[in-house]
């Protein structure tokens, strides 16, 4: 933590009526409701319209959610090391910057290759950095309250795969090209 960082934390818990810890579990849980974006609950309100417009199998289509598991395997060691080695807060937002990039890449993946790239990034990001980064972190700010923290995190996820949801259902059902 730099000292801006750590004059702002600081100050702020010297004038919460409540423990700060709460705030870094609101914090950790942005990242979880952004994780739900590449999730297959989502996706699956794309997999008919994308094999209709792009005449791709629903097999392709499903097979990047696979690709990205099988990915998450590899990379999890490194990922908690990283997050040990550099700490959560630089490992969190890189990964939401690497998740923002991900799916704004899908917009131009009219090929499979690049859908491919593009989702099965964004499903890497939705199983390691931000599972292990929430756990570690609030394994370090909770003792006595860690259960509730922990669900207050995946209540976020919870809500998040609720919202993404119906945002891809209204962007499908409003889409139209000019």
Request: one cysteine or more; charged letters at 10%.
């Amino acid at each position: 933590m730099n000292d801006i960082s750590l004059f702002i934390a600081r100050n702020l818990c010297a004038r919460l009526p409540f423990y700060y810890g709460w705030v870094v579990v609101f914090a950790a849980g942005t990242t979880t409701f952004a994780r739900m974006a590449p999730s297959t609950t989502t996706l699956a309100v794309f997999v008919s319209p994308m094999a209709d417009e792009f005449g791709w199998s629903r097999t392709l289509i499903a097979g990047s959610v696979s690709l990205g598991a099988l990915s998450s395997i590899f990379i999890s060691p490194a990922v908690g090391w990283a997050v040990d080695r550099y700490g959560v807060r630089l490992i969190l937002a890189g990964s939401m910057v690497v998740l923002g990039v991900a799916m704004v890449s899908l917009f131009w993946a009219t090929v499979p290759v690049f859908f491919y790239m593009g989702f099965a990034t964004g499903r890497v990001i939705f199983h390691v950095p931000v599972q292990i980064g929430t756990g570690a972190l609030i394994s370090r700010w909770f003792i006595r309250k860690r259960g509730r923290a922990i669900g207050v995190i995946y209540l976020a996820g919870a809500i998040g795969g609720i919202v993404t949801v119906q945002i891809a259902s209204l962007a499908i059902s409003n889409w139209s090209i000019g």
